[in-house]
């Protein structure tokens, strides 16, 4: 019998080995039968050079820059100190644009949207994968020690990581041979039958081009991030002559690039910014022409690269304008046009070309980044985006509510986030498309789990959703300090939607109470801190203690004339009592409670109410472009020109730095 038993024990220790054994192979496989994954980079990811001399061409190099900035300063000095007429600006363009010229010149096309100087070209292109290059070597340095791409190499392997980088200059169907000639060698050095495409930023114009004119039968993944595709709002208002200021964008950039308000407001309170920027705009005005015809338009306007920017619903209206003002041959323009026309029909058919490849089993995937202010220099400034794009373009048509806006009250539904800054129902593709608030253009970072998003995306067998991972729904929050992606929920004192709690959220709350401001629904259901669903200085000392990490020693010591009201109310309706029969006796005590709590708060430890209403009142009061909208409680506004300094230094002795 214990022969038998002893047996049974060894046998089925063996068959538990062998299993073993035989599942740990395929388990190790898993990896090496993935597809290899090829990164497209954006714009100017890899630098241009002169081959020749080594100078860089593009980005420019600091003594260009210093040098280019010697030369238009006397021109910008005798602007600034002259009556600023008409010849006056006519004096200035002709001392400044000839050096601004000189240093866009490297980078030039040709009137008929060929490459001007053919010596300057990518500083390193490298076509083998990670693992062909050591990791101290310069070719790894340079090209695959990003956070992104290690996150790709952990994912599928280093000798599977491939990444292409672009030069923006050519027009993108050129780019898409080259791709393919990369897609071709990767399946030959592989022996596999697809590869896994990625565009990131200017990218994705190039992996809509290869699509366009190859198809998808080499491809199993499709990985949009924060990616081009669709154009930018602001390029095409560029190329329509919508150059503007805004000023009120320019300070929440500002904010959002330094980290605090503070600057903006020593910058605004002195009304130097909004003379500077009535003297652009009357600069424009009266040279529009000479501006694009002898400096954007030499610079950028013949680059087909660029002109991929223009969204399909500004193209022809941007040809129109941009074409009125080319010194070119009608030769030169028909050449040009060929090259614009040639993107601008794949562009209007990239959603018919990603359902395409959907159908035949590509697995697609779009990331969008949203709540970071857009270059104010246009029209389209107000739409939010990552500082680079906007939202609407990456996410292929999102509805967005403009930068620090909510959409409006009755905007409900599965795809709308949140925040009810986003609405993903009119997307091409809703639910394959992820939203991430607070993450700024291609800010990647692989110290926690943000990657692992993108390398999820680029390496997943089958088509995934919005539903197919609970740590990545559609909707998500970076946080920039812990590196964290985390799903996005509506968070408690977060009352302007910036994904923080701080000392900009109390303000909004005690302007709210004092009825010096109103709040939008969603933001009320955020500052409503003791969940009462009404608004007190209660709610404005809870958030301040969320913000300050102070927590009341007990629930009972919160107290308002409201608490007072739930207090006798508990009480008389059922509220548990001392002596068991007389519900006066639970009143009694509930009341002595509450006047322990006020002993409590108002200590010398303690802001009373009062101190609390006297911070409101002393906040000064700020202007900024004319806003009717519910929401208008950003509190990402400066102060005007006309604001006294006194009430900027009482800002600063009642609040701290407030990151934005």
Known sequence: MKKTSLKKAVSLLLALVLAVMLVVPSLAANKSKQNPVLVVTGFSEYPLVNRSTGEAAFPPSTDAILNTVKGVLPALTALLGSGQTKADYDAFCDAALPVVNALFEPIACNPDGSVKHTEVGLAYQYPESAAAYGKNSEAYAQAFDKALLRSVADTVGADKTYVYGLDWRLSPLEIADELNDWIQHIKSAHGCTKVSIAGISMGGVMVSAYLAKYGTADISNITMISSAFTGLSYIGALFNGGITIDEQGLYNMLNQLVGTEKLSQIIGSTGLVKQIIAMIDDLYAAEQDRLFTECLIPAFGYNPGIWSFVPADDYEAAKTFMFAHMDSTDAEKKALEEKIDAYHAVQINAKANLESAKRAGVNVAIISNYNSQMPPISTASAQTG???????????????????????????????????????????????????????????????????????????????????????????????????????????????????????????????????????????????????????????????????????????????????????????????????????????????????????????????????????????????????????????????????????????????????
């Open 386 to 660: 990552d500082q680079v794009i906007e939202t609407v373009h990456t996410s292929a048509f999102a509805t967005c509510a403009d930068q620090g806006k909510q959409l409006p009250e009755g905007t409900k539904g599965k795809y709308v986030s949140p925040d009810r800054m986003i609405d993903a129902s009119t997307c091409w593709f809703p639910n394959e498309t992820w939203f991430i608030k607070n993450m700024q253009h291609v800010g990647f970072d692989d110290s926690q789990n943000q990657c692992a998003l993108y390398a999820w995306l680029m390496t997943t067998e089958k088509q995934v959703t919005i539903h197919s991972n609970a740590d990545f729904p559609q909707f998500l929050l970076y946080n920039s300090e812990t590196k964290v992606l985390s799903p996005l929920a509506l968070l408690r004192g977060d009352v302007n939607f910036d994904g923080k709690v701080n000392l900009v959220d109390v303000r909004m709350v005690l302007r709210h109470v004092r009825t010096l401001s109103t709040l939008s629904a969603l933001a009320k259901e955020a500052a409503d801190m003791d969940g009462n669903s009404r608004l007190t200085h209660t709610d404005a000392q809870l958030l301040m203690d969320t913000y300050t990490g102070v927590s009341p020693a007990s629930a009972d010591k919160t107290f308002s004339a409201d608490s007072i009201k739930d207090v006798v109310s508990n009480a008389v309706n059922g509220g548990e009592n001392t002596n068991g029969n007389d519900p006066l006796s639970g009143i009694k005590d509930k009341i002595g409670d509450a006047l322990d709590a006020i002993k409590g708060m108002f200590g010398e430890q303690a802001l009373p109410q009062d101190s609390l209403a006297q911070i409101a009142d002393r906040l000064p009061e700020i202007t900024r472009p004319a806003d009717t909208e519910e929401p208008a409680e950003t509190d990402k506004d400066v102060p005007s020109a006309e604001t006294d300094n006194t009430q900027t230094s009482a800002l600063s002795n009642v609040t701290e730095e407030s990151e934005i």
